[in-house]
T-cell receptor
């Protein structure tokens, strides 16, 4: 079974530029998560989708971050404009359903460096 | 977001010693998951606890969910170098959003 695919693996941009990350979850997984993990910290939930609907985006900085999951499969996360403090690993995860008995499978992540 | 604290932040043990990390929440949790993240890697699911007072074992790992469903612990017996990594709890509220704890970084000295 293929895992969660993310691209790119690494990205270096200058502040105020824009960047986009892509995630392809495990086939059949209804729930998709985007997490931000700053070095030395735990993953911070940015947004959670159930199919193509948003379940929780309370910690998403909506003035600069946006995410979509068209057709309930792939998802993109965009930052525009980027700030230095956005440097982090962006992790995508998926689970079969957003119920009580589901484990999340994580992708390898995209390491973003903003200079 | 939900506040989930883990202690200790770091732990260095000699190989063969035991290790315990604790996860604490100020609110009652729906369920809790534990993940392991190796250096440079991504979180990997270990287990999920749902019931009050639940205890689950996986070989040398023992997971416990508190009676009040506000805290949890992970205990590793006789650590090995393969246990190195950061252990995170992820706490779910009634909406089933998972909020990760601050993590405990484990170093095992051979």
């Amino acid at each position: 079974e293929a895992g969660v695919a993310q691209s790119p693996r690494y990205k270096i941009i200058e502040k105020r530029q824009s960047v986009a990350f892509w995630c392809n979850p495990i086939s059949g997984h209804a729930t998709l998560y985007w997490y931000q993990q700053i070095l030395g910290q735990g993953p911070k939930l940015l947004i959670q989708f159930q199919n193509n609907g948003v379940v929780d985006d309370s910690q998403l900085p909506k003035d600069r971050f946006s995410a979509e999951r068209l057709k309930g499969v792939d998802s993109t996360l965009k930052i525009q404009p980027a700030k230095l403090e956005d440097s982090a690993v962006y992790l995508c995860a998926s689970s079969l359903v957003g119920g009580r008995h589901t484990e999340a499978f994580f992708g390898q992540g995209t390491r973003l460096t903003v200079v | 977001g939900q506040q989930v604290m883990q202690i200790p932040q770091y732990q260095h043990v000699q190989e063969g010693e035991d290790f315990t990390t604790y996860c604490n929440s100020s609110t009652t949790l729906s369920n809790i998951q534990w993940y392991k993240q190796r250096p440079g890697g991504h979180p990997v699911f270990l287990i999920q606890l749902v019931k009050s007072g639940e205890v689950k074992k996986q070989k040398r790992l023992t997971f416990q969910f508190g009676e009040a469903k506000k805290n949890s612990s992970l205990h590793i017996t006789a650590t090995q170098t393969t246990d190195v990594g950061t252990y995170f709890c992820a706490a779910a509220n009634t909406g089933n959003q998972f909020y990760f704890g601050t993590g405990t970084s484990l170093t095992v000295i051979p």
